[in-house]
């Protein structure tokens, strides 16, 4: 018995499966050639994560676990030099309650001229500080830029001047003033005066050569 066959039905097409053929394997090579990519990236990137975490995060936790400690010192009893020991929260209570030990061990208010008492006074100098410093540089910054965005003779000099300062690291910049506001530093020798930059007026006189560990050095009034 012969099956009916309609001669106007048209031929079934193949649906192309996912992953077959040629498109397909083109896509699993991409896949397999992401993942290498990203392999390869976390492996780049590692490195980098190990050297960030010493040089920033262990400092970070090692300051903390100091502010939980005792200052070193000389035993009262004994005369020898102790280290300080577990101290809890009460380093955050001197600073920032201003709470001090007095004479006879009880707490009291830190009295005025000690450093208990300055803490907040400095941490206002410091807020003020950074807030005037960003908003002065964050105008030069942008004048800088719109002077170097133009076309001007002498431009790689004036970017040169400007990046080459920039580029320093702080604690270079900060060593270099050290050395030009010092007692004999630059500054005095080139106005031929004696002052003391970095000290208040009651600190200001003439260092004195003393022999320290075994070689002249010079002893700044504290």
């Known amino acids: 018995m012969s099956a009916n066959v309609d001669p106007q039905a048209k031929p079934e097409t193949a649906v ?7 498109g397909g394997s083109k896509e699993v090579g991409m896949d397999r050639k992401e993942k290498t ?18 040089v920033i995060l262990y400092p ?3 300051a903390i676990i100091m502010s939980l400690e005792h200052d070193e010192g000389l035993d009262p009893v004994t005369g020898t030099f102790v280290a300080g020991g577990f101290a809890g929260l009460a380093n955050y209570t001197h600073w920032l ?3 001090c030990t007095g004479p006879g061990g009880e707490t009291v208010s830190c009295p005025p001229g000690t450093l208990g008492a300055q803490f907040w006074s400095s941490t206002g100098v410091t807020f003020f500080f950074t807030v005037v410093t960003v908003f002065f540089e964050t105008i030069l910054g942008f004048w800088m830029a719109v002077i170097m965005a133009r076309a001007f003779k002498g431009r790689s000099v004036l970017r040169a001047a400007v990046l080459v300062p920039w580029a320093i690291p702080t604690a270079v910049t900060a060593k270099l003033w050290f050395f030009i506001f010092a007692f004999d530093g630059i500054a005095n020798t080139l106005f031929n005066t004696s002052i003391l930059w970095t000290g208040s007026e009651g600190r ?19």
């Open 16 to 22: 192309p499966r996912p992953g077959g053929g040629r």
């Open 37 to 54: 990519q990203g392999r390869l990236a976390a492996l780049l990137i590692v490195p980098t994560l190990v050297v960030l975490a010493v």
């Open 60 to 62: 970070v936790v090692n």
């Open 97 to 99: 309650f201003q709470q």
């Open 204 to 222: 200001r006189a003439p260092p004195s050569s003393l022999p320290m560990y075994g070689k002249p050095r010079r002893s700044w009034p504290c």
